[in-house]
């Protein structure tokens, strides 16, 4: 036998299921396989999010730093546009390759560990620009990627102890051990570091983890609900 979709399309008959339990007739268990993307794929728009760093830094370098003036002025209309921008931009070479790393490693893990990589980034980038535009301090430009790396580090450590999750305590302890440093950042002892977009960054991480856990637990719910029907 075969059978025929909407589209016309035919192939061999699939055997009919039935459920099991005796009398009462409960659901059948199947075995379904698993399409959750590899840790691999999830990691892949990270590596794009950092290609297009590195294309920008090198047209900057062409332009002689033009683009730097679209980084956040903090409490000026026209830095608003920087709260985009800013992580794209780096003052240098030097400055994109020290956050590479940490780009590459966390937001990997946060893939990893939530699958939720687009969501979580775009809340910690929007967020802690705009707090580094309230807080930055007038006459100051603020670029670099640095205030999503800490926010990257505060979310993973503040969703492995909320979620409680095996995965996500690993991948805390491999932040704390690889980047736990990087909490001498949030002083302000050199007035060339942005310890605003730091602190911005570290705060955003934090609260979207409480937001995304809260979440990622109605969503079990909801499906253990689910299956119970």
Do not use: C
């Amino acid at each position: 036998m075969t059978w025929r979709d909407d589209m016309g399309l035919t192939g061999p008959a699939q055997p009919a299921t039935r459920p099991t339990g005796g009398l009462f007739g409960r659901r059948s268990v199947q075995t379904v396989p698993d399409r959750r993307p590899s840790a691999l794929a999830r990691a892949k728009p990270v590596l794009g999010l950092v290609v297009v760093m590195w294309v920008l830094e090198i047209l900057d370098i062409v332009l002689r730093g033009a683009l730097d003036r679209f980084g956040i002025r903090p409490l000026e209309t026209e830095g608003l546009v920087g709260v985009l921008a800013s992580p794209l931009l780096h003052g240098s070479i030097p400055h994109l390759i020290s956050n590479t790393g940490a780009l590459l490693v966390l937001g990997s893990l946060i893939a990893w560990i939530t699958g939720r990589w687009w969501l979580i980034t775009a809340g910690i980038w929007v967020l802690s620009g705009l707090g580094t535009w309230l807080i930055g301090g007038p006459g100051t430009l603020h670029i670099g990627a640095s205030g999503v790396v800490y926010g990257y580090a505060a979310f993973l450590v503040t969703y492995a102890i909320l979620s409680r999750r095996l995965a996500a305590l690993l991948a805390a302890v491999v932040t704390v051990a690889l980047y736990g440093g990087i909490v001498f950042g949030l002083l302000p002892v050199n007035p060339h570091i942005s310890w605003q977009g730091h602190l911005m960054g570290a705060a955003a991480g934090i609260l979207v983890a409480f937001l995304d856990t809260r979440q990622a637990r109605q969503d079990r719910r909801e499906r253990a609900m689910d299956r119970l029907r």
